[in-house]
């Protein structure tokens, strides 16, 4: 049974461009979460996607982005990188929205020079 | 903002001693998860504890929660070098729609062989 996978581990950008990232949930899950982790720090809730709509947000800018597809995979975009959107980007995934344990991802680093 | 907080920042220990993490929150919460996150890789789900329940253990850990002081605590018994990681606790707040983690700073554990 595969847990949730990210794609790609590692990247490069440069400032100003854009980026997406790709997540596909543990088998059985529907519900994906995106997270933001700085170095040093406890990981940040970005948004959630249910039935292929956002549902919750958390406090990042519209550079940020979603999608939800029918198979419950998931996509973050960042749109205009910043220096400061050098971070571990986790995806996370549960079965329902409420109360269940939510598994995370090896997570995408991304360096933007 | 943060909702929960760890405590120690940092803990140094020798291999076969326990390692006693503590964690505190300001509101509500549904539910309280520990992870463990290995340096530059994804989190590891350790343990769900609801709001109705006190005490869980998985293996060499126990989990207490206190709702009344707003507080929880991971104890590892029998450490390994293995368990070398950073520990965080994440609370599921009642005033979010569900599945919304709140992270803490994190506790660095670690173990000396």
């Known amino acids: 049974d595969a847990g949730v996978t990210q794609s790609p581990t590692h990247l490069i950008k440069t400032r100003g461009q854009q980026v997406t990232l790709r997540c596909s949930p543990k088998?059985?899950?529907?519900?994906v979460s995106w997270y933001q982790q700085a170095l040093g720090q406890g990981p940040q809730f970005i948004f959630q996607y249910y039935e292929e709509e956002e549902r919750q947000r958390g406090n990042f800018p519209d550079r940020f982005s979603g999608h939800q597809f029918p198979n419950y995979s998931s996509e973050l975009n960042v749109n205009a990188l910043l220096l400061g959107d050098s971070a571990l980007y986790l995806c996370?995934?549960?079965?329902?929205?409420?109360?269940?344990?939510?598994?995370f991802g090896e997570g995408s680093w991304l360096t933007v020079v | 903002s943060q909702q929960g907080e760890e405590d120690p920042q940092a803990l140094s220990i020798q291999e076969g001693e326990n390692a006693t993490m503590n964690c505190s929150y300001k509101?509500?919460?549904?539910?309280l998860q520990w992870y463990r996150q290995n340096s530059g890789r994804g989190l590891v789900h350790l343990i769900l504890i609801r709001s109705n329940e006190r005490e869980k253990h998985s293996g060499r850990l126990r989990v207490t929660l206190d709702t009344s002081k707003k507080s929880s605590s991971l104890l590892i018994t029998a450490s390994r070098a293995a368990d070398t990681a950073s520990y965080f606790c994440?609370?599921?707040?009642?005033?979010?729609?569900?599945?919304?983690?709140?992270f803490g700073q994190g506790t660095e554990l670690s173990v000396k062989p």
């Open positions: 088998s059985g899950h529907d519900t």
């Open positions: 994440a609370t599921d707040p009642v005033y979010n729609q569900g599945g919304k983690l709140i």
């Open positions: 996370a995934s549960s079965f329902q929205r409420y109360g269940n344990t939510i598994y």
């Open positions: 509101t509500s919460i549904n539910n």
